[in-house]
C-alpha cells in the first residue's frame, strides 16, 4: 500500500542546468500538487493538476518552471536553467476526488534541490 | 490572498505539559487539516476538520474547528518527547489548492 512516491529524494544541479522532479501519486488518486518549501518558509503552492490538464498553475513561476501529469507514467515537475534561489524542498500530494472536493491532500517525502 | 497565522512559531515544554496550538485566519474556510512533519520528510496527514464547531480526537490530540470556520486549534494533552516536530495547519478556500500557516516548532523536553 505504497504512498506518494517522490524521486529523486536529492538532487543537485549546477546553475544554468535542467531538474526533473518525479512524482507517482497514491494509488487510486487522480489529482497532483506541487508545493515548494523555501528554507525558513512555510509552504506554497506551485501547481494542481489531473490526468493530462492543468487545473490551477496560479502559484508556479511564469518563466523556466512547468509541470505535466501524463495519461501514463508519473507527474513531472521541470525547472530549466536553474538559479540558487530555486533550492528548496519541493513536495508532491495527491488526493482522491470526493463528492465534497478534493481536499484530503497526502504528501510524499520531497526532493531536495541544492542548486550550486 | 488568504493567510492563515499560526502560534506560537516555538514552543518548548516540559513532558506531562498541555499546550496548544492556534490557527487563525480572517477567511472562511472550506476544511482544515493539520500536518505534522519530520526533518526532512513531508507532512503527514493527521486530521481534517469541515464542520464548524467539530472537535477530534487522536488519542492524546484534539482537534477544534471554530464555529464561524476562520479559526482551528490543536491541544495536546500529556505532552511526551514523541510529540516532538513541526506542525503544521493548512486550509482549503473553495478552491483545491492548500494555503498553509507558517507553523509551530515544538520540543517536549525529558
Known amino acids: 500500500n505504497a504512498g506518494v512516491m517522490q524521486n529523486p529524494r536529492h538532487l543537485v544541479r549546477r546553475r544554468g542546468q535542467e531538474a526533473r522532479l518525479r512524482c507517482s501519486p497514491m494509488k487510486g488518486h487522480s489529482h497532483v500538487y506541487w508545493y515548494r518549501q523555501l528554507p525558513e518558509e512555510g509552504l506554497k503552492f506551485m501547481v494542481y493538476?489531473?490526468?493530462?490538464?492543468?487545473?490551477?498553475e496560479s502559484g508556479m513561476p511564469k518563466e523556466r518552471f512547468s509541470a505535466e501529469f501524463p495519461k501514463e507514467g508519473p507527474s513531472i515537475l521541470r525547472i530549466q536553467q536553474v538559479v540558487r534561489g530555486d533550492s528548496a524542498a519541493y513536495f508532491c500530494a495527491s488526493s482522491l476526488n470526493s463528492p465534497f472536493g478534493a481536499y484530503e491532500q497526502y504528501f510524499g517525502p520531497g526532493t531536495r534541490l541544492t542548486v550550486t | 490572498t488568504q493567510l492563515l497565522e499560526q502560534s506560537p512559531q516555538f514552543l518548548s515544554i516540559q513532558e506531562g505539559e498541555n499546550l496548544t496550538v492556534y490557527c487563525n485566519s480572517s477567511?472562511?474556510?472550506?476544511?482544515l487539516q493539520w500536518y505534522r512533519q519530520e526533518p526532512g520528510e513531508g507532512p503527514v496527514l493527521l486530521v481534517t476538520v469541515v464542520t464548524g464547531g467539530e472537535v477530534k480526537k487522536l488519542k492524546r490530540l484534539t482537534f477544534q474547528f471554530g464555529d464561524a470556520r476562520k479559526d482551528s486549534s490543536l491541544h495536546i494533552t500529556a505532552a511526551q518527547p514523541g510529540d516532538t516536530g513541526l506542525y503544521l495547519c493548512?486550509?482549503?478556500?473553495?478552491?483545491?489548492?492548500?494555503?498553509f500557516g507558517q507553523g509551530t516548532r515544538l520540543t517536549i523536553n525529558p
Open positions: 493548512a486550509g482549503t478556500y473553495l478552491a483545491q489548492k492548500l494555503v
Open positions: 477567511s472562511v474556510f472550506s476544511s
Open positions: 493538476l489531473q490526468k493530462e490538464n492543468i487545473i490551477d
